[in-house]
C-alpha cells in the first residue's frame, strides 16, 4: 500500500487550499482516512477522518474550514482547507487506516504567510 500527498504550497491567511492523497495497493473504501499534521517542533497531531461517506470528525482547531472527503473512482482522499491561519503551516500526511496497521504518505507542506 502507498500513499501519496500533494497539494501543498504557499498561501495567504484567510486564502483555500486543497490536498489530494492518491492510494495504490488497496480500494480506499473498504478503510477509513485521515489526516494528519506536524508543525515545526511539535508533534503530529490529527485534523480529520472519515469512516464512511457520512461519518466524519475534526480537530477542534479546524472543525467549520476543513472538509475531509474522497473520490472512491479515483481512489483519493482530499482535504479542503478554508480559511487558513500562520496557525495551520504545518507538513501535512494523509493515512490509512488498516487492519492491525496504518499506512502513511510522505507528506506536503502548506505555509499559511503573508
Known amino acids: 500500500v502507498q500513499l501519496q500527498a500533494s497539494g501543498g504550497g504557499l498561501v495567504q491567511p484567510g486564502n483555500s487550499l486543497t490536498l489530494s492523497c492518491e492510494v495504490y495497493?488497496?480500494?480506499?473504501?473498504?478503510?477509513?482516512m485521515a489526516w494528519y499534521r506536524q508543525a515545526p517542533g511539535k508533534q503530529r497531531e490529527f485534523v480529520a477522518r472519515m469512516n464512511s461517506d457520512v461519518w466524519r470528525t475534526y480537530a477542534d482547531s479546524v472543525k467549520g474550514r476543513f472538509t475531509i472527503s474522497r473520490d472512491n473512482a479515483k481512489n483519493t482522499v482530499s482535504l479542503q482547507m478554508n480559511a487558513l491561519e500562520p496557525e495551520d503551516t504545518a507538513v501535512y500526511f494523509c493515512?490509512?487506516?488498516?487492519?492491525?496497521?496504518?499506512?502513511w504518505g510522505q507528506g506536503t507542506q502548506v505555509t499559511v504567510s503573508s
Open positions: 493515512t490509512l487506516i488498516g487492519n492491525g496497521s496504518n499506512y
Open positions: 495497493g488497496t480500494i480506499i473504501s473498504n478503510h477509513p
